[in-house]
């Protein structure tokens, strides 16, 4: 669940294509997770989150799962479009919200 | 929608000096903040977590002398780098809770972060 010091994995994806960016967490404790998307030289951008009591939600042309048991988050985006080209990070919450953390993040570049 | 405002956008200074970056929520009452540092291509890493009117939880390995954080009121917490040298340049993004009006909410807004360089 912590963010460490990685050089973040990239994905590749086609116009038009699904994309599906995964996240792992640690801490079982954890009872709410968002995705965010951040631009190059820019702060990160709420997408969409999740309770813990919930597996999967929708929102416009996304989608988030969750599954405590393996404790794996992941981001569905429909019909990628390159202004998706960015990357996105998964975040869990801990201890009623004073506790933050960011997952490694993914590097996503839309190839039109 | 809820505002995090982060300023200086990008700041300069000349190594040994301190600089002092600024968090406000402009349309909500914090009383949790956040501030993380960020280097080119990688994560967030989480560097304190800051309460108003309550001294802020550092992460482990972040000088509590050397990042000072103060959250003086509900719409501002300010994180100054002491005596800064060329290895604390990086990009500091600050972030709020909103808890809602009651005060049960979870929502985390980000500023636009703050490019320091250390000459």
């Known amino acids: 669940g912590e963010s460490v010091g990685l050089h973040l994995p990239t994905l590749s994806v086609q116009e038009g294509d699904n994309s599906i960016i995964n996240c792992a967490y640690s801490?079982?404790?954890?009872?709410?997770f968002i995705w965010y998307k951040q631009e190059s030289g820019k702060g990160p951008q709420f997408i969409i989150d999740i309770r813990s009591n919930m597996d999967k939600r929708q929102g416009q042309r996304v989608t988030v799962l969750l599954n405590k048991t393996v404790k794996h988050l992941s981001l569905q985006i429909a019909a990628t479009q390159p202004g998706d080209s960015a990357v996105y990070f998964c975040a869990e919450i801990r201890n009623t919200g004073n506790q933050f953390y960011f997952g490694t993040g993914t590097s996503l570049t839309v190839i039109p | 929608g809820a505002v995090v405002s982060q300023h200086p956008s990008w700041v300069i200074c000349k190594s040994g000096t301190s600089v002092k970056i600024e968090c406000r929520s402009l349309d909500f009452q914090a009383t949790t903040m956040f501030w993380y540092r960020q280097f080119p291509k990688q994560s967030l890493m989480l560097m304190a977590t800051s309460n108003e009117g309550s001294k802020a939880t550092y992460e482990q390995g972040v000088e509590k002398d050397k990042f000072l954080i103060n959250h003086a009121s509900l719409t501002l917490s300010t994180l100054t780098v002491t005596s800064a040298h060329p290895e604390d340049s990086s990009f500091y993004i600050c972030?709020?809770?909103?808890?809602?009006?009651?005060?049960?909410?979870?929502?985390?807004?980000f500023g636009e972060g703050s490019w320091l360089t250390v000459v």
């Open positions: 801490n079982s404790a954890s009872d709410y």
């Open positions: 972030s709020a809770r909103d808890q809602g009006p009651q005060g049960a909410g979870n929502t985390i807004y």
